[in-house]
C-alpha cells in the first residue's frame, strides 16, 4: 500500500518498489527532493494513488520486480502518466525491461546501481526537465513503426511451426495486417522446379469482389509457364529473382489483367522474392496487393527484404520439418519391415507379439499364434535358382496378407519361416485359419516353379505364458507337422 514520507523538498513524486527496505532507502537518500513522496509497492497501488493526486515524479525502482508477472502492470503505469515524467531504475544486468516500457510511453531511465548523490543530482534534473513532449512521428518513422509491427506479426505467424500450407496461409494472413494490403500471397517453387501458388489471404469483401489470384492468372499450379509471368509482380518475383513494383495496373501492358485488378480494388502489386538458403533461384515469392498507390523509402525496400529472407527461413524450417519426417518414416520403414517380402521383420514381430500378449492379458482375450514355411524351400532354390526363391517367399507372404484379418499381423520370423499374430483368436479359430492359409498357398502358382506347399503350427496363449513360451509351443508344433508329411497343421500342446 502507498505510504506518505514527511514533506522536504518542492516536487511531489511517487517511488515504486516491492521490497519495504528498497524503498526506505530511497526515501532516507533521496527524501529531500520532494515535498511529498510517496512510497508505493506495486503498479495497483501506484495507479490507484496516481488518480486521487497529481505527482510531478514518477520514480519506478525495477530492482526486485518480475519481468514475467509484472510487465503489464508497469507498462500501463508508464502509460498513464501521459507525458509527465517518468524515471526508470533499471538493474544492469536486467536491461530487457527497457524497450517493453519505452513503448508503453516517454521515459528516462537510469542504470543501476548509483551512488546517492548521483541519484539526487539525476532527481534534480527530471524533476527540472518537466513534461515530456513526445515528438510527432515522422511519415518514415510511421512507415517503419508499421513494418517492424508486420515483422514483428510475420515471426510470430513462422514460430508455431507446422507444416509448409498451415504456415504459409498464417504468413499471408499476417502481411494482410499492414495498413493499404487488401491481399497477400506465396507463391512456392516445388521440389520439381515450378511454381505454384501455395497460399493467399484476402480482407472480408463483398462477395463479388472476392479475390482469387487462381482465377486471376488462369492456374494455380505451374506458373512459371502461366503467360503472365512477365506482367504479373508475384510471377516477375519469382521467375527473375528480383523484386517487382507494378504501381498502377495499366503499366502491365495486359488490359485483361488490369481490369480484373482494378475490379477487386487493387492499385498495387509488390513482389518480394523468397531468396534461397543457398546458391541458385528464389524459393517463391511473396506478393502484397494494395488498395492504393503508394512509396516506398530506401529504409522500408531493405525491410521488405529483410522480411522476405525471414518467410525464407521459416519455409526452410518447414522443410527440414517435412524432410525428418519423411526420414524416420523412412527409418520406422527400414527397421520393422522386411525387405523382401514386405511383411513385419523379426524384430518388430517380437516387439508386437510382447504388446499383444500384454493386451490380451489386461483384457482377457484369447491370443493365438500361428507359425508356418515353406516345405522343402531348400531344394526351390537348389533347383530354380535363389531368385525364384524370392518370388517364392513374397507368393507366400502375399498370399496371407491377403487371407488374414486386419487385425492380425504377418510376420518374415526366419530365412522361410513365417508367424501370424492372431488376437481375440481361440485355438479352434486358430486351426481353421491354418488350414485356410495351408490351402490358400497350396493353390497358388509361383512364376518358376509352380506351386509350393506350407506346414503350419497353432498355440493359444496360456493363462500366464510369455512370448518365449508361447513361441516354443508353436515351433514344437511346426515340427510335428514336418514330421508328419508336411503340407499339415498341428496343434501345440499345452
Not at 158 to 165: I, K, M, Q, V
Not at 360 to 369: D, F, I, K, T
Amino acid at each position: 500500500m502507498p505510504q506518505q514520507a514527511e514533506p522536504q523538498g518542492q516536487r511531489s513524486g511517487l517511488f515504486v518498489n516491492p521490497a519495504a527496505a528498497r524503498r526506505a532507502q530511497f526515501q532516507a537518500d533521496c527524501g529531500s527532493r520532494f515535498a511529498s513522496l510517496a512510497l508505493a509497492d506495486g503498479a495497483d497501488s501506484a495507479l490507484e494513488l496516481l488518480g486521487r493526486e497529481a505527482v510531478d515524479l514518477l520514480v519506478i525502482d525495477l530492482e526486485r520486480f518480475d519481468p514475467e508477472l509484472d510487465a503489464t502492470g508497469l507498462g500501463q503505469l508508464v502509460g498513464a502518466r501521459a507525458g509527465a515524467p517518468v524515471l526508470v531504475l533499471c538493474p544492469f544486468s536486467n536491461a530487457r525491461w527497457l524497450p517493453a516500457l519505452m513503448a508503453r510511453g516517454p521515459l528516462s531511465y537510469l542504470i543501476t546501481p548509483m551512488a546517492p548523490d548521483a541519484m539526487n543530482a539525476a532527481l534534480d534534473a527530471a524533476l527540472a526537465a518537466g513534461p515530456v513532449q513526445q515528438p510527432a512521428p515522422t511519415p518514415r518513422e510511421t512507415e517503419l513503426e508499421g513494418l517492424a509491427l508486420l515483422r514483428a506479426r510475420v515471426q510470430a505467424a513462422l514460430s508455431e511451426g507446422e507444416d509448409l500450407a498451415a504456415l504459409s496461409e498464417r504468413v499471408c494472413e499476417a502481411l494482410c495486417n499492414w495498413p493499404g494490403v487488401v491481399h497477400a500471397a506465396l507463391f512456392y517453387l516445388q521440389p520439381g522446379g515450378d511454381l505454384q501458388l501455395q497460399a493467399q489471404h484476402g480482407l472480408q469483401r463483398a462477395p463479388n469482389r472476392e479475390l482469387n489470384l487462381a482465377r486471376v492468372l488462369g492456374r494455380g499450379e505451374r506458373l512459371l509457364q502461366s503467360p503472365l509471368r512477365h506482367a504479373f509482380p508475384g510471377l516477375l518475383a519469382a521467375a527473375a529473382n528480383s523484386l517487382a513494383l507494378l504501381d498502377a495496373p495499366d503499366k502491365s501492358g495486359e488490359p485483361e489483367l488490369t481490369e480484373t485488378l482494378r475490379a477487386h480494388g487493387v492499385e498495387m502489386v509488390l513482389g518480394l522474392p523468397i531468396p534461397a538458403g543457398g546458391p541458385g533461384g528464389p524459393r517463391g515469392s511473396l506478393c502484397l496487393l494494395f488498395d492504393a498507390g503508394r512509396s516506398f523509402s530506401p529504409d522500408a525496400l531493405f525491410a521488405l527484404e529483410g522480411l522476405a529472407a525471414l518467410v525464407a527461413v521459416g519455409l526452410r524450417m518447414a522443410d527440414m520439418g517435412r524432410e525428418s519426417e519423411e526420414l524416420l518414416a523412412r527409418l520406422t520403414h527400414i527397421s520393422t519391415v522386411d525387405a523382401l517380402t514386405g511383411v513385419a521383420n523379426r524384430r518388430h514381430g517380437e516387439a508386437l507379439l510382447e504388446g499383444e500378449i500384454k493386451r490380451a492379458r489386461r483384457y482377457r482375450l484369447p491370443l493365438a499364434l500361428i507359425a508356418f514355411d515353406i516345405d522343402r524351400f531348400k531344394e526351390v532354390n537348389d533347383r530354380y535358382g535363389h531368385p525364384v526363391g524370392d518370388i517364392a517367399l513374397r507368393t507366400v507372404a502375399e498370399a496371407a496378407q491377403k487371407l488374414v484379418r486386419s487385425s492380425d499381423i504377418v510376420v518374415r520370423s526366419g530365412g522361410e519361416d513365417f508367424q501370424v499374430i492372431a488376437p481375440h483368436t481361440s485355438a479352434i479359430d486358430g486351426l481353421k485359419m491354418a488350414e485356410k492359409l495351408r490351402v490358400a498357398i497350396a493353390e497358388t502358382l509361383i512364376p518358376g516353379c509352380d506351386q509350393v506347399t506350407v506346414s503350419l503350427g497353432v498355440a493359444q496363449m496360456g493363462d500366464q505364458e510369455s512370448a518365449d513360451s508361447l513361441t516354443v509351443r508353436v515351433n514344437a508344433a511346426l515340427a510335428r507337422a514336418k514330421r508328419a508329411g508336411r503340407n499339415c497343421v498341428e496343434l501345440a500342446m499345452q
